[in-house]
């Protein structure tokens, strides 16, 4: 599959942010990401869904492999997605007569 995003990074942009706070960043989301009152399956569920209201490409595919490698499967990938698809639907929905009370 051809990605819109470039699949490689460039690492020196990393020179533009503070190194402290992105090693803070990156200490916090460890810790929210390890096993705790949820295992680390359903926590990459969890993200997995959050990754598709959130668009980010590279979260996306991160957070799939990571789901997989913790034992989940694309059944339940697809399960999580459709979740996302639907709140995301539904928000449009609960916000249908914005536009249309003008």
């Known amino acids: 599959m051809d990605y819109h995003y470039a699949k490689e990074r460039d690492p020196k942009v990393n020179a533009y942010f503070d190194k402290e706070v992105m090693e803070a960043f990156m200490d916090?989301?460890?810790k929210?990401?390890?096993?705790?009152?949820?295992?680390?399956?359903?926590?990459?569920?969890?993200?997995v869904a959050c990754?598709?209201?959130t668009r980010c490409p590279y979260c996306i595919e991160g957070h799939a492999k990571a789901a997989i490698e913790?034992?989940?499967?694309k059944e339940e990938l697809a399960e999580v997605i459709q979740i996302?698809?639907?709140?995301?639907?539904?928000?449009r929905i609960a916000?249908?007569?914005?536009?249309?009370d003008v």
């Open 84 to 91: 996302a698809m639907a709140l995301a639907a539904g928000a």
């Open 51 to 53: 990754t598709y209201m």
């Open 32 to 47: 929210v990401m390890a096993p705790g009152k949820l295992d680390k399956k359903t926590k990459e569920l969890v993200a």
């Open 70 to 73: 913790a034992g989940a499967t």
């Open 28 to 30: 916090w989301n460890s």
């Open 95 to 100: 916000h249908r007569n914005f536009a249309l």
